[in-house]
């Protein structure tokens, strides 16, 4: 099982960036699993940004991003996005996404499956 999140890069703040993770995994059904983006800056600890269902019924943010990002999936693709606009410096961090079964959304105990991280730049 892997998941590849992509489409991180430098941008200026007021701009926008679509994060993109694939799955990959013969065995993997990706579109049982809820998927959340979470993001770690330099310093911090990792914190939840966005997550959505399973079936993309349901989406889950922080009030930081609200009204910013947006997370959908297209389950032919295996692919979930993070369409990040309005980017502000705070945003700047590494962006993981990852994949959960059951538990707490916010928590990423709940979540079993990580990709690599793409860096989002945010510069003022």
């Known amino acids: 099982v892997q998941l590849q999140a992509s489409g991180g890069g430098l941008v200026q703040a007021g701009g926008s960036l679509r994060l993109s993770c694939a799955a990959s995994?013969?065995?993997?059904?990706?579109?049982?699993?809820?998927v959340g983006w979470f993001r770690q800056a330099p310093g911090k600890e990792r914190e939840f940004v966005a997550t959505i269902t399973y079936s993309g019924a349901r989406t889950y943010g922080t009030d930081v991003v609200k009204g910013r990002f947006t997370i959908s999936r297209d389950g032919a693709k295996n692919t979930v996005y993070l369409q990040m606009n309005s980017l502000k410096p705070e945003d700047t961090a590494v962006y993981y996404c990852?994949?959960?079964?059951?538990?707490?959304?916010?928590?990423?105990?709940?979540?079993?499956?990580w990709g690599q991280g793409t860096l989002v730049t945010v510069s003022s």
């Open positions: 990852a994949a959960s079964r059951s538990g707490n959304v916010y928590d990423t105990e709940s979540y079993a499956y």
């Open positions: 995994g013969r065995t993997f059904t990706f579109n049982a699993y809820a």
